[in-house]
T-cell receptor, first 112, second 114 residues
Framework: DGGITQSPKYLFRKEGQNVTLSCEQN?????MYWYRQDPGQGLRLIYY???????QKGDIAEGYSVSREKKESFPLTVTSAQKNPTAFYLC???????????FGPGTRLTVL | QQQVKQSPQSLIVQKGGISIINCAYE??????FPWYQQFPGKGPALLIA?????SEKKEGRFTISFNKSAKQFSLHIMDSQPGDSATYFC?????????????FGGGTRVLVKP
């Protein structure tokens, strides 16, 4: 069953804590992406990676960090430096230089 | 400029009616324009996409119209059904760009009344 999985579906964080969101894909895609979605708004790119052990900042990378140690995995850490982390986080993947990005089901992060 | 502007923010249409969503972009380097459909609590799914070498693309009840000179493109949902109720996002990118980064519009929440 191919696709993108994200876990957990819901995540609650206390202020000052770092949390890590998981994203795994078995589509054999080289490129992976993290987006943030706020209510009533479009998706904004946080980080993206085209190859293992390499990643680039997107438009809103401050307060976030990523790693790409394996082709199929691209975890996102929301650090305490992110002042307004409550949002819906979406992971996506695509083949290199391909047009279509495939999205995971998302993780809803709430800061208590 | 990387911005993609989408309108309206929301619309209500009767079953069987036509839903029309408009997007405008500024970067003339964009060469791929997808539309995504998102249901509440789910990730977006690709609905239909167009490249600027054609002015229209139709897939079932969904049609994209593209106006290169005006830098605008629109999604038409014909014979709208209650199951079409979702949020629709337009996006744009240029395929050769590093990372194939999509720039999204703000989204349109569509409600189809039975």
């Amino acid at each position: 069953d191919g696709g993108i999985t994200q876990s957990p579906k819901y995540l609650f964080r206390k202020e000052g804590q770092n949390v890590t969101l998981s994203c795994e894909q078995n589509l054999n895609h080289d490129a992976m992406y993290w987006y943030r979605q706020d209510p009533g708004q479009g998706l904004r790119l946080i980080y993206y990676s085209q190859i293992v052990n390499d990643f680039q900042k997107g438009d809103i990378a401050e307060g976030y960090s990523v790693s790409r140690e394996k082709k199929e995995s691209f975890p996102l850490t929301v650090t305490s430096a992110q002042k307004n982390p409550t949002a819906f986080y979406l992971c996506a993947s695509s083949a290199l230089a391909a047009d279509t990005q495939y999205f995971g089901p998302g993780t809803r992060l709430t800061v208590l | 400029q990387q911005q993609v502007k989408q309108s309206p923010q929301s619309l209500i249409v009767q079953k069987g009616g036509i839903s029309i969503i408009n997007c405008a972009y500024e970067n003339t380097a964009f060469d791929y324009f997808p539309w995504y459909q998102q249901f509440p609590g789910k990730g977006p799914a690709l609905l239909i996409a167009i490249r600027p070498d054609v002015s229209e693309k139709k897939e079932g009840r969904f049609t994209i119209s593209f106006n290169k000179s005006a830098k605008q493109f629109s999604l038409h949902i014909m014979d709208s059904q209650p199951g079409d109720s979702a949020t629709y996002f337009c996006a744009a990118t240029y395929i050769k760009a590093a990372g194939n980064k999509l720039t999204f519009g703000g989204g349109t929440r569509v409600l189809v009344k039975p």
